[in-house]
């Protein structure tokens, strides 16, 4: 069964301070990947999403990530981090079904 | 405007009555899911459906219901709740995997407590 792996369950950075997240699945197949964000509250919200073609796939917000296949990994990315990102942020893969992974609470610093 | 919507957003009740948690979408989406979220745990998927008539269970199945009788409509159902599906409830809705738009939308969230 396909698994999704988030390394990271709390990180606290201050402003402006770079940002990178893990994610790591187990399928084997050809897969969708997502970010989601979800505000304090709120519900989830698409960051990106990664089909195919370019494995740098840009998203809301100047999030990025990077699929490497060989590494089944699909980290997220932010240069520069600001206070109104923190945030809840969730990695997904889907085959037929979506499942998530548990989560990395983002505390920014202002 | 596209949207999930559920229903209640806030319930609290009793152990053993039944109760159900409405979630319709407006976008003619084939797929639907229910997930719940709990503290530590990340989003679990109770069950999904991939179309009208057609459900599977998801990693948390115990204890709930569901149904498909209308591409818009995807109820849960809890015959009997007890106090360990206290949780916050998602319903989320897609197009088919492979589509290039195959991501999920969400609805706003049903929190419930079951005392």
């Known amino acids: 069964a396909q698994s999704v792996s988030q390394h990271n369950h709390h990180v606290i950075l201050s402003e402006a301070a770079s940002l990178e997240l893990g994610c790591n699945y187990s399928y084997g197949g050809t897969v969708n990947l997502f970010w989601y964000v979800q505000y304090p509250g709120q519900h989830l919200q698409l960051l990106l999403k990664?089909?195919?073609?370019?494995?740098l796939v840009k998203g809301i917000k100047g999030f990025e990530a990077e699929f490497i296949k060989s590494k089944f990994s699909f980290n997220l990315r932010k240069p520069s981090v600001q206070w109104s990102d923190t945030a809840e942020y969730f990695c997904?893969?889907?085959?037929?079904?979506?499942?998530f992974g548990k989560g990395t609470r983002l505390h920014i610093l202002p | 405007e596209a949207q999930v919507t559920q229903n209640p957003r806030y319930l609290i009740t009793v152990t053993g009555k039944k109760l159900t948690v409405t979630c319709s979408q407006n976008?003619?989406?084939?797929?639907m899911s229910w997930y719940r979220q709990d503290p530590g745990l990340g989003l679990r998927q109770i069950y999904y459906?991939?179309?009208?008539?057609?459900?599977d269970k998801g990693d948390v199945p115990e204890g709930y219901k569901v149904s498909r009788k209308e591409k818009r409509n995807f109820p849960l159902i809890l015959e009997s709740p007890s106090p360990n599906q206290t949780s916050l409830y998602f319903c989320a809705s897609s197009l088919p995997s492979g589509t290039n738009t195959g991501e999920l939308f969400f609805g706003e969230g049903s929190r419930l407590t079951v005392l």
């Open positions: 459906s991939m179309n009208v008539e057609v459900t």
């Open positions: 976008m003619n989406h084939e797929y």
């Open positions: 997904a893969v889907r085959d037929d079904k979506i499942i």
């Open positions: 990664y089909f195919s073609g370019d494995p």
